[in-house]
């Protein structure tokens, strides 16, 4: 269509060759910056563009150079920030600054050494202990369970409101598959495939999927009913589509979607959803938050409390206090670093074969 254009616009043939090349060249340019932004999942460059503005913020106001930045100047920036923020943010930004640097075709000045030593000071300065979310355990689970069954609804009956049998879907799906919220987010109907040992889930992209490879991982039954995700997720399809009026066997789109205040799927106020809408990674994270307080769940004194990433930490601590070795922890949380999946396994596992337990006392 674009030759075409060319043809009638009165131009010369180089004219109209120069063009076209001009134009297939955007195009390319085009395709470059989405594969660019495909590069990394949507909430990195999220973070990155924070992290940029940050330091892009904190050099122009001292009247220094942002873009190439003297390493010196990076030196000094993480240094000002010791203390105010974490190290894992600061290595975040630090990583924000490079990943600028490379995209612009410059050297990366948290190369330079003198900057890798003085992040290396701040570290024993300061320490890099991580505050997560604190582990939901089995017992925690059951509680918010429990208590979502005897929340009063005139309509489905005590327990059985559209938001109860949505929520246990969510969180029992939640603890068992070691799914991130953005996943769970989302599932389609299509993701979920009944098999005789459970239910199969298909996660097509991930945050650490980032050519979108995808990955299958299995939920089995449980021993008891009332805590088998299996029998909770087929609860809330059921429920789907007798709110939607759709067949079972038909029913199609998100699997976690909105519900408000009447039990009615979408949501009410300025930002209407309607029944098709997906339930975002945010809403995701407080409908775990709602129901643990709800439940009058409380962390260890000191901790944050339970968040989305409570439900996949709490699987991995409870695995591993349960005898799950670390392959198979692993490979259903899909955990690329031994290392990140270890912090989880080390909690559930500190009385495993303990060594002070051989001291005769």
């Not at 004219?15 to 085009?30: F, H, N, R, V, Y």
């Not at 999220?46 to 892009?56: F, I, L, N």
């Not at 339970?306 to 670390?326: M, P």
């Amino acid at each position: 269509m674009a030759t075409q254009g060319l043809r009638k616009s009165g131009l010369s043939a180089g004219e109209q060759q120069l063009a076209a090349t001009g134009a297939e060249l955007a195009a390319l340019d085009d395709r470059i910056s989405a594969a660019l932004r495909n590069s990394l999942a949507p909430n990195t460059w999220r973070a990155y563009a924070a992290d940029w503005r940050h330091w892009s913020a904190w050099a122009s106001g001292h009247d220094l150079p942002v873009l190439p930045a003297v390493p010196l100047d990076l030196a000094r920036y993480l240094v000002d920030h010791a203390g105010l923020l974490t190290i894992g943010t600061l290595t975040r930004r630090l990583s924000a600054v490079s990943k600028a640097h490379a995209l612009s075709g410059r050297a990366d000045p948290g190369d330079d050494p003198a900057v890798r030593e003085v992040l290396r000071g701040l570290r024993r300065e300061h320490g890099t202990a991580k505050r997560g979310a604190p582990p939901l355990w089995t017992s925690d689970v059951e509680r918010i369970i429990a208590v979502s069954r005897t929340v009063p609804n005139l309509l489905w009956g005590t327990g059985q409101g559209s938001a109860e049998v949505r929520d246990r879907a969510l969180l029992l799906l939640a603890f068992t598959s070691a799914l991130r919220r953005s996943e769970l987010a989302a599932l389609d109907v299509a993701d979920l495939e009944p098999d005789p040992a459970g239910l199969v889930v298909h996660i097509r992209r991930s945050k650490t999927d980032t050519a979108g490879e995808g990955a299958y991982i299995g939920i089995p039954h449980a021993s008891r009913p009332r805590l088998c995700a299996v029998v909770a997720v087929h609860a809330w399809l059921d429920r789907l589509a007798a709110l939607t009026g759709t067949a079972r066997d038909e029913l199609s789109g998100p699997v976690l979607r909105p519900v408000d205040r009447r039990g009615q799927l979408g949501s009410l106020g300025a930002s209407r959803h309607g029944p098709d809408a997906r339930l975002s990674a945010a809403a995701v994270r407080d409908a775990v938050v709602r129901r643990a307080r709800a439940a009058g769940l409380s962390p260890a004194h000191g901790e944050r409390f339970f968040s989305a990433h409570s439900t996949r930490s709490g699987f991995a601590t409870q695995a591993a206090a349960n005898g799950a070795g670390e392959r198979a922890i692993m490979d259903q949380g899909r955990w690329k670093s031994l290392q990140v999946a270890r912090s989880y396994i080390r909690r559930g596992s500190v009385f495993t074969d303990n060594a002070a337990g051989r001291l005769g006392l």
